[in-house]
């Protein structure tokens, strides 16, 4: 019986050759290995063996890797070397891997996030489970389909820094806002400011999850009422502060210096003869607003934030409609039919409480000129949002608000 040929080891083979039945005998022997218990198997030979299956799967073909990938996927002590290199590889063996394995761990997936296709951060974005740093590592390339996904994937946890990017191209990319309004992780700094470029549905949802009472907040701070008007109100933050809290909508000192008599009466000015630049700050400062709130509301495209206005400062449902006339917008469409978009203003003021909406006016107030510093309005003049650590969420709300402006 003549003996088995000895191995060359010095052989060098010189071109491309085809694979060989051995090979494809020598991935499954090695995956079996792999796949042997952690009770049966040293982790050392197992790393080992992925060592040396690495290699072979270099320039196999994609079947081949594609079924290695599968066979590994849901090994939970397979060697992590293998799993991210084929984590990288073309999506067809890349899927199996990046969307079920449990051996990744976040470092690995953003490494594997920032070196693969769009179609691998896809398929990220569709485990079962996505931590919040792995989800800042997908949405940084701010990839719609990528997003998207993410935002219905019920199991991953989005960062605050993650919310603010997505908020911020939500300006122009509508769908954004619809998915943003689903998610947990929204707050009324992040609704209530969305508000703004939110279409009309996603208006009426926003004020429905983000328009509520102030109870808690008015009984626990009643006393600081008082002491802060025995101290002159010297305080700048207490003061906007407190103003939002407050239960009261309507400003009586402004309505005292006034020259029409109240905020009905200045309305019904601006009905008659047009709406001016002097009566809108007037209602604006009756109403216990600002002027660059006042003015946001009345130049806003919808009617919603005018029904907010009206419920909110107690004006009777006909005050929409004059205020509508007063800033000349359109009334009746050329078939007759009233503007859908007044009929939306009706409805809001008829279906949101006269509370609630005082929390929306109250907070949009707050929150788009409680930080009008000097250096916000370089940062909205440059188009540029300040950090929420160095100036708070209501400087981001104004960067985002008036920096949107057409």
Not at 333 to 361: F, K, M
Request: glycine residues 4%.
């Amino acid at each position: 019986m003549s003996a088995a040929p000895a191995l060359e080891l010095t052989e060098e083979i010189t071109g491309k050759q085809p694979p060989s039945g051995v090979r494809k005998a020598l991935v499954k022997r090695l995956s079996d290995v792999i796949c042997i218990p952690a009770s049966q198997l040293a982790p050392q030979e197992r790393h080992m063996a992925g060592d040396v299956l690495v290699e072979l799967l270099r320039d196999a073909e994609l079947p081949m890797r594609a079924s290695v990938a599968k066979r590994l996927v849901m090994l939970n002590e397979a060697p992590r070397t293998i799993l991210i290199i084929l984590a990288k590889d073309e999506i067809e063996v890349a899927k199996h891997v990046l969307e079920k394995s449990n051996s990744l761990t976040d470092s690995d997936l953003i490494q594997i996030a920032r070196k693969v296709s769009m179609a691998h951060r896809k398929v990220m974005a569709q485990r079962r489970k996505v931590s919040d740093a792995v989800v800042d590592a997908l949405v940084q390339f701010l990839e719609e389909d990528v997003v998207e996904t993410l935002l219905r994937n019920t199991g991953a946890n989005f960062s605050e820094t993650a919310i603010q990017r997505i908020l911020t191209v939500s300006r122009q990319y509508q769908p954004y806002v619809t998915l943003m309004c689903k998610r947990e992780e929204l707050r009324p700094s992040h609704g209530l400011t969305m508000f703004w470029w939110a279409d009309t549905k996603n208006r009426k949802t926003i004020l429905r999850r983000f328009g509520v009472t102030r109870s808690v907040l008015q009984n626990s701070c009643a006393d600081l009422y008082p002491q802060a008007a025995a101290e002159g109100w010297n305080d700048a933050a207490v003061r906007k502060a407190l103003q939002f809290i407050e239960r009261r909508q309507r400003n009586r000192a402004a309505t005292e210096r006034s020259q029409y008599e109240d905020l009905e009466d200045a309305i019904e000015q601006a009905h008659v003869n047009g709406m001016t630049r002097d009566i809108a700050q007037e209602i604006s400062y009756m109403a216990g607003l600002k002027p660059a709130t006042g003015a946001q509301i009345m130049t806003d495209e919808g009617g919603e934030a005018l029904a907010i206005l009206c419920k909110a400062t107690g004006l009777k449902r006909e005050n929409i409609g004059k205020l509508w006339r007063a800033l000349r917008r359109v009334e009746f469409l050329e078939d007759g039919s009233e503007n859908p978009a007044l009929s939306d203003a009706v409805h809001i003021y008829d279906s949101i409480s006269t509370n609630n909406a005082q929390t929306v006016l109250r907070y949009w107030n707050w929150s788009l000129t409680s930080s009008l510093t000097p250096e916000v309005l370089q940062y909205i003049k440059r188009g540029v949002i300040p950090k929420e650590e160095d100036y708070g969420a209501a400087a981001i709300t104004a960067a985002l608000v008036f920096g949107n402006r057409k």
